[in-house]
């Protein structure tokens, strides 16, 4: 079965780090672009994150430069994202999504997401 | 950045009625060189992830039903659900892949 499992997500004061994680399976890992893409509670969908089947290529989107890193291990069939200098408004709901398409110049539309892993910034 | 617009925020529509969402981009997200719109449609009922319905605008999903449909090219796009069952009630979202970053709709929560 295709899968993705998000893991890490918690309570972090602001100013502090996470680190999520997503797991896959059922799938050639190393094929798709990654994503993360977060939700506000009671908020739309709102991109973060995409990284190349090989690593060597990523995207950010400008709210989090310098705070966030997306990384992959195609070994171990992971994806995470660091997550530094958190702020109240990086509270969401953070899903793992899996590119659409096989082997793309770019990431594209998404075709599995996990479940989602809640990330809460608060004193 | 590509702004996406969705109209309308919400709309109710009866057991077996239509309803049509529309979506407007920015700018065009039509790639000249393969004639592709670069523009996905997503269900998302509470509590649950996004599910990709529709692809390169108008290409449905492996597994959603025929009652979806994607159309539209350039900057003006429409989601119709020809005849609304009782499970899609539901929020949906266009996004356009045409440009980093990647960006959604604001969504449209469609009701019985």
């Known amino acids: 079965e295709v899968q993705l499992v998000e893991s890490g997500g918690g309570l972090v004061q602001p100013g502090g780090s996470l680190r999520l994680s997503c797991a896959a399976s059922?799938?050639?890992?190393?094929?798709?672009?990654m994503s993360w893409v977060r939700q506000a509670p009671g908020k739309g969908l709102e991109w973060v994150a995409s990284?190349?089947?090989?690593?060597?290529?990523?995207y950010h989107v400008d709210s989090v430069k310098g705070r966030f890193t997306i990384s992959r291990d195609n070994a171990k069939k992971s994806l995470s994202l660091q997550m530094g200098s958190l702020r109240a408004e990086d509270t969401a709901v953070y899903y793992c999504?899996?590119?659409?398409?096989?082997?793309?110049?770019?990431?594209?539309?998404?075709?599995?997401w996990g479940q989602g892993t809640m990330v809460a910034v608060s004193s | 950045d590509i702004v996406m617009t969705q109209s309308p925020d919400s709309l109710a529509v009866s057991l077996g009625g239509r309803a049509i969402i529309n979506c407007k981009s920015s700018?065009?997200?039509?790639?000249?060189?393969?004639?592709?719109?670069?523009l996905a449609w997503y269900q998302q009922k509470p509590g649950q992830p996004p599910k990709l319905l529709i692809y390169?605008?108008?290409t449905r999903e492996s597994g959603v039903p025929d009652r979806f449909s994607g159309s539209g090219s350039g900057t003006d796009f429409t989601l119709t659900i020809s005849s609304l069952q009782a499970e899609d009630v539901a929020a949906y979202y266009c996004?356009?892949?045409?440009?980093?970053?990647?960006?959604f709709g604001q969504g449209t929560k469609v009701e019985i």
């Open positions: 999504a899996r590119d659409n398409l096989q082997n793309q110049l770019a990431p594209s539309s998404f075709d599995i």
């Open positions: 059922g799938f050639r890992f190393s094929d798709y672009w």
């Open positions: 990284i190349k089947q090989d690593g060597y290529e990523n």
């Open positions: 700018q065009s997200v039509l790639y000249k060189s393969n004639n592709k719109d670069y």
């Open positions: 390169w605008a108008s």
């Open positions: 996004q356009q892949y045409f440009s980093v970053p990647t960006t």
